[in-house]
């Protein structure tokens, strides 16, 4: 790879610094929301997974339509910039009111109050991490250094989600032991977090390429985004990989609390921070060694390897999550972890590689739009998990209201667990068996779209 095609460092890091504040836009509804509105404060589950999925519905309109507005904008700042920055500031706002909950009303009220700020916060979301990942794209056209660009977001994100693991733990430490009341702390605390490393790209960053082109109508835009199979396939591997995984997230929570602790909330928030420490550092040491093996094997099988991986960390999850020694459930997040990484880390870089196909066959640049739709998948994956989420722990019997689960109820919990991971993470690899996009391909496509240049080796 020549000079001219590899960024700098600061470039890099300017942009993947937001995937902090993105970690946190994403992730902390899922941490959060159940120990919080249905443990603390009685919201049925079902209300609440009804809650955190419904404004996905409203993402697949919102999200297209972000992602082909910020391609067709033309300001002196950039296409991305501007939006980066009122997306970051409206989630801060939107965060901390979510995290602070209306504890006098009835859980029916206080479900409906989740409801109405989450809708309007994933609105702000929108906004943000549209732009902020299509300005990702397309920093750079060079095969292997979108991969490190990647791997940048990926350090971030690693680094912010420590946070993640956290959040619950400090939510009782600073109510004192009431988590309640110490989750509007918390909602402060990463609401500034969040502001700070939101509005960083929008100040130091701007996307790398020029654009010359003639903009491109809403429809016809969708069109042309969902009619791409290879796209599609990419879609359909990475909402696997998220009902895999999130469907049954929560049921960590309610082991462990049920189960492995016998009730004891404050041991189970110390050991989930821990254990969060263990899988975000496991996956953050990895990632030059991931990086290092998609730029030599490629991506394809790298990313099938990880996800295998990831399918024999969650079979351990039987012994791992036991009373006898808690801390072995440490091996089942330390497994799992680098797959998951490999994840976040080479799709994103794929979504890069299927804009080059695409400008061949429609003659323009897309991020927004491929980032916007991409996005989507991604939150609709996990909208769908956690609606599916709401009523697989009401089916598996549990009730919030009984402080002694009984044993035909963690049963299920656990094998629930361990075996809609290992099933849905399986077939995400057996499908990215068909993709198509190798390094050779890829080069192939940008000697046709610039037959003057002759890319360098990498």
């Known amino acids: 790879m020549s000079d001219s095609k590899k960024l700098p460092r600061s470039k890099k890091s300017a942009w993947a610094i937001g995937s902090i504040a993105d970690v946190y836009m994403a992730n902390a509804l899922n941490y959060l929301a159940f ?44 296409r991305r910039r501007p939006y980066i920055l009122i997306g970051a500031i409206l989630c ?69 989600a420590f946070g993640l693991s956290a959040m ?8 004192g032991g009431n988590d309640v009341v110490g989750v509007r702390y918390v909602g402060l605390a990463f609401a500034a977090l969040i502001l700070v490393c939101g509005v960083l790209p929008a100040i130091f960053c701007r996307e790398n390429l020029a654009h010359d082109q003639d903009k491109i109508k809403f429809w016809p835009a969708i069109k042309a985004t969902f009619s791409n199979t290879v796209f599609l396939l990419l879609i359909a591997v990475t909402v696997c990989v998220f009902l895999g995984i999130f469907m049954v997230n929560s049921f960590a929570l309610y082991i462990n609390t049920y189960y492995v602790f016998d009730g004891d909330k404050e041991g189970v928030a110390f050991l ?39 399918v024999v960390a969650y079979g351990t999850s039987w012994w791992c999550y036991t009373p006898d020694n808690p801390w072995l459930q440490l091996i089942t997040l330390a497994l799992a972890a680098p797959g998951l990484a490999c994840m976040w880390m080479i799709a994103s870089s794929m979504v890069a590689d299927i804009c080059d196909m695409d400008e061949l066959k429609t003659g323009r640049r897309r991020e927004g739009m491929y980032g916007a739709s991409y996005s989507w998948a991604c939150k609709a994956g996990i909208s769908l998990t956690m609606v599916l989420g709401g009523y697989m722990l009401s089916w598996s019997g549990f009730d919030a209201a009984v402080e002694v689960q009984p044993e035909a109820v963690i049963t299920n919990m656990r094998l629930l667990y361990m075996f809609v991971p290992m099933g849905f993470l399986a077939l995400a ?21 610039h037959p003057e240049e002759t890319p360098d080796d990498n």
């Open 429 to 449: 690899a057996g499908l990215l068996i068909f993709y198509p996009l190798s390094e050779e391909r890829v080069l192939e496509i940008q000697k046709q779209l």
């Open 92 to 160: 801060a706002i939107m965060f901390a009111l979510i995290w602070s909950p209306p504890t006098g009303w009835s859980p029916t009220a206080i479900g409906w109050y989740f409801m109405a700020l989450v809708f309007i916060y994933y609105t702000a979301y929108t906004i943000f991490v549209v732009p902020w990942g299509a300005m990702g794209l397309e920093l750079t056209t060079d095969y292997n250094e979108r991969t490190r660009v990647q791997a940048y977001r990926t350090f971030f994100q690693g680094v912010g």
């Open 272 to 310: 989930q921070m821990i254990a969060g420490f263990a899988f975000q550092g496991a996956g953050v040491g990895l990632i030059p060694v991931i990086s290092y093996i998609a730029t030599r094997v490629g991506k394809k099988a790298t990313l099938i390897g990880g996800l295998l991986m990831v």
């Open 168 to 175: 619950w733990w400090l939510a009782l430490k600073w109510g």
């Open 35 to 78: 120990p919080i509105y249905n443990m603390g404060l009685g919201v049925d589950p079902r209300m609440l997974g009804w809650a955190l999925g419904l404004p996905r519905i409203w993402d697949a309109i919102s999200d297209p339509l972000m992602g082909n507005f910020s391609d067709n904008t033309r300001t002196r700042f950039g």
